[in-house]
């Protein structure tokens, strides 16, 4: 479909403009159908831009209101009139004010009828484009508020991970009887270097440890021997880790326990706090042995809630 429409009935003369400006190489489209017609706008449908010219009939408001209603829908759409008669001013002031590009008195002058007709095309492909711009602008706005949110939250529980850290080191200086060896530590994860690592460096420290591979055995595991916190990677075989915490978590049978989910994607950390997930913290695997210390730090902190 072309920019220009040319609407009306099919012995419309339209003044002539349909040849002014086929003979200055553009390219006109043709609806035999005025556009108070109710199936007018069916017929635009798929047409969110372009310049709609359409004849005015003296003392007939309904093309003024059709009008309305159509740049509703599709406000990038440029309407011009033609008329063979004088108007007055208060129904020229309407005619503009409710959205109207331009008017075109007969007889037609070539020249301005051309240049009037190629600078409403030339504003209706800038509003569509503006749109598309205010359209990606709303996106990027939206997806700044979500990193903003984010890094809100992440704030909030760094703080929080500071003020839970300052009171376990309290805890440990100031409990003279406090011993390590009465606190059990259960870590799940069908990785054996993993599972080994993990259970090598908190049995040093001087915690009861044990190992499950799978969600499976760490369900009977948490059952019969009731450890206090429960180590579990995200990715399992079977059922994950987060669906674990579910099973366990303040469920008959099952011992209270602070439950820690360990994962590589920290992009999943939103998901993984979420409130129905039953998890009391992640921590993302360490990358280098730097970082360690602060993955301990972070699993310990099941302590102060114990």
Known sequence: MSDVILAGDPGESFGGLEKILTG???????????????????????LSSGVVISRFHEGDLASIKAMQAIRIKKPSLRFIFITGKELSAPLLTLIFNEGAYGLLPEPLSPES???????AVKRSKWDMDEAERNRELVTLNEAMKVKTDRLEREMGRAQDIIDKMERFVYFLLSDKGFKPKAVK???????????????????????????????????????????DIVVSDLELPGISGVELAKEVKGKKGYP???????????????????????????????????????????????????
């Open 113 to 119: 009828a051309y240049y009037l007709v190629k600078q």
């Open 256 to 306: 209270q326990v602070y439950f820690v989910i360990l994962t590589a994607h920290e992009d999943k950390m939103d998901f993984i706090l979420s409130p129905e997930t039953m998890v009391d913290d992640c921590v993302i695997k360490p990358g280098d042995t730097e970082n360690v210390q602060g993955m301990i730090a972070k699993i310990l902190l099941g302590i102060l809630v114990l």
């Open 24 to 46: 200055r190489g553009e390219a006109v489209n043709r609806l035999d159908v005025e556009i108070t017609d109710p199936g007018f706008q069916d017929k635009m449908a798929e």
């Open 185 to 227: 530590i259960l870590f799940v994860s069908d990785s054996t270097y993993q599972r080994n690592m993990l259970e090598e460096i908190f049995s040093k420290l001087g915690f009861t440890v044990q190992g499950a591979n799978s969600a499976e055995d760490a369900i009977g595991g948490i059952k019969e021997w009731k450890p």
